[in-house]
């Protein structure tokens, strides 16, 4: 399947038709010229979610979405842009049996004119295993009666992880090479997607793994608990989140500073230990060479009695006297040798300081980014960087793939 991506922003202008064309897209497959689907990457997540489910899941039915966006007509090319996707709730679907009664319409309705107003519906999904070069007689039927042959049909494979569109065309719905996936701010879709509680839970927040805000979660669970229903019901919901994702930046900073710090501390001890470990192996070399170099004194004959000490001068004295005269030719070499030791331990400790440092600055690497309603990835990657070739390296470090949602208040790590 061919890749690309583009980064320029286009207009489509044909006479009085002027509309624009998204400008971070990427391309699966072949797209033609005279037809053009852009899906948007927030409505492509959220399918990919529900194939998962069902996958998943044990004996879940497939799931159908109808999709809402625009389509553009022009005298070369039609373009179809899906920016929203409703899910058909309370439907019984099958891959023999597809009937929409009134009161799904109803339910659809709702939701388009709640999450997405003034689009219009642009086609449907369904998920099946198998994606046929011409979609089966069952889905002709279903697509003609109740979405028109200018709509569009994405079936997806939840077992090989493979879609397709379907285009309506010589009274079939053939199978479309291509098409684009673009990613813009689309926080009707994130609001859509939060709401109708079909995800975990978990998923959401459990990015942070770490001590400080394992901790923080605790504490808020056991004021939850002390707080009375009453109390509880009339507090704002946005302003708990928002405090809430503050204190966990800050817990993150906080922890990633301390970690630094301690690093510094045992970089610190382990200098230490190794300069008292080299001079106290220098003072016993030092040591061991003195004795070494005294030679044994010759006794010389005694002409006189034994003569007596002055009272300012000791016997350890008068020895020191004797070995430094002895020692002169002796010590100049040794000191020397002593001082290209010294050299060489010091520029040993340079080494282990440096490599120190440096380990704490790799331990140091990357910045904490709070997530703000309405950031993708590739939206995170053009404000930071000014383009989309940092979406990979941010997926890498904050070990995610590029498919994968973010939400408002979780915290990643940017380069």
């Not at 005298?75 to 920016?83: D, L, N």
């Not at 990633?256 to 970089?267: A, R, S, T, V």
């Not at 016997?315 to 290209?340: C, F, H, R, V, W």
């Not at 080494?351 to 309603?373: I, M």
Request: proline share 5%; hydrophobic share 35%.
């Amino acid at each position: 399947m061919i890749e690309v991506i583009y980064k320029e922003e286009k207009t489509q202008d044909e006479g009085e038709i002027r509309f624009r064309i998204p400008r971070n897209i990427r391309q699966i497959g072949i797209v033609y010229d005279s037809y053009r689907i852009y899906m948007e990457d927030y409505v492509y997540t959220f399918l990919g979610r529900l194939a998962k489910m069902q996958e998943e899941g044990e004996g879940n039915p497939p799931y159908l979405a109808v999709f809402a966006g625009e389509t553009k007509w022009t005298e070369k090319a039609v373009y179809v842009f899906i920016t929203g996707a409703v899910l058909a709730k309370e439907m019984e679907v099958s891959e023999e049996h597809i009937d929409f009664q009134e009161s799904h319409w109803q339910n659809i309705h709702e939701q388009m004119e709640k999450y997405f107003p003034g689009l219009e519906i642009t086609g449907w999904y369904f998920s099946r295993s198998g994606l046929p070069e011409e979609a089966p007689e069952v889905f002709v039927k279903a697509h003609l009666k109740y979405f028109g042959g200018e709509k569009v049909l994405m079936l997806l494979n939840p077992s090989e992880h493979e879609e397709a569109f379907y285009r309506f065309e010589n009274n079939r719905l053939m199978k479309q090479n291509g098409y684009y996936i673009f990613y813009e701010r689309n926080e009707s879709m994130q609001a859509y997607m939060l709401d109708s509680n079909l995800f975990p839970q978990a998923e959401k927040t459990e990015t942070i793994k770490d001590e400080a805000v394992r901790s923080f979660r605790k504490i808020i669970r056991e004021k939850k608990k002390e707080i009375p229903e009453e109390t509880e019901g009339n507090a704002s919901v946005f302003s708990y989140a928002a405090t809430a994702c503050l204190v966990i930046a800050v817990l993150a900073v906080g922890t990633n500073l301390y970690q630094n710090y301690k690093d510094i501390q045992n970089m610190g001890s382990q200098v230490q230990e190794t300069a008292s470990s080299l001079v106290e192996q220098e003072n016993q070399e030092v040591a061991a060479r003195a004795v070494t170099a005294v030679p044994t004194p010759t006794p010389a004959p005694r002409i006189s009695p034994e003569p007596t000490l002055l009272p300012t001068q000791t016997a350890a004295e008068i020895l020191s006297d004797t070995e430094m005269t002895q020692e002169t030719d002796s010590g100049n070499a040794y000191k020397e040798e002593s001082d290209i030791r010294k050299a060489q331990r010091r520029e040993a400790l340079e080494a282990k300081e440096t490599e120190q440092a440096e380990r704490t600055e790799e331990t140091s690497a990357g910045t904490p980014y709070v997530v703000r309603p309405g950031d993708t990835l590739y939206e995170i990657s053009m404000e930071k960087y000014g383009n989309t070739d940092m979406v990979g390296q941010i997926c890498q470090m904050n070990n995610i793939s590029e498919e994968e949602m973010i939400y408002p208040g979780q915290i990643i790590v940017l380069p």
